[in-house]
């Protein structure tokens, strides 16, 4: 196996988060790695039924978190597809409904990993709980993030790349 080139270390590493609405979880991820990334990274995130909003609570918890919002919104995965469409290094899924069946149409050494993650938006939660699942999806994305964030990937090969960002997602 060939080490990646550093012609690629000039520009920030893509990255798309995918869920089912990208309204909590994927748009949570999105704001945590273009935060921590600072610049190194460009974190998207859409979703395959998008519901065209995101939850109020995903606003909350970022903002308590100093982690900036701005630009944030819900999208469908198609923004991603097509000659306009950023070139993605990673797909990163973070729930369960958009992992199985999902077939990306994508050309190069796209990367794709599956970080499950629990929807805090599930009904008859009331408003303490609801808040706490948010935190604790919160918390388990920044752990993921910092540690995505500190790989190595630029030295890494593409099968590495890969073996270290699914691991992540089994912590």
């Known amino acids: 196996m060939t080490r990646p080139s550093r012609k ?5 590493v893509n990255v798309l988060f995918l869920c089912t609405f990208n309204s909590s979880r ?19 995130s859409a979703g ?24 944030l919104r819900s999208k469908t995965w198609e923004y991603f597809f097509g000659l306009a469409a950023p070139q ?3 797909l990163i899924i973070v ?3 958009s992992y199985e069946d999902l077939i990306w149409p994508s050309e190069g050494q ?8 629990p929807n805090p938006t599930e009904a008859n ?13 919160y918390a388990s994305m920044e752990k993921r993030i ?21 691991q992540i997602g089994e912590s």
Request: net charge negative; aromatic share 8%; with cysteine.
């Open 8 to 12: 690629g270390a000039d520009r920030p």
């Open 26 to 44: 994927s748009i949570m991820a999105e704001a945590i790695l273009n935060h921590l990334g600072q610049g190194r990274f460009r974190a998207h």
């Open 48 to 71: 395959d039924q998008a519901a065209g909003q995101i939850h109020p609570l995903t606003f909350e918890v970022l903002a308590r978190h100093g982690v900036p919002t701005t630009g």
């Open 88 to 90: 993605l290094d990673f």
């Open 95 to 97: 729930c369960d409904d």
């Open 110 to 117: 796209l990367i794709r990993a599956y970080w499950a993650t």
């Open 125 to 137: 939660k009331d408003d303490a709980a609801m808040s706490s699942a948010f935190e604790s999806v």
């Open 146 to 166: 910092r540690a995505f964030v500190d790989l190595s990937l630029h030295e890494m090969t593409a099968p590495e790349r890969c073996r270290a960002v699914m």
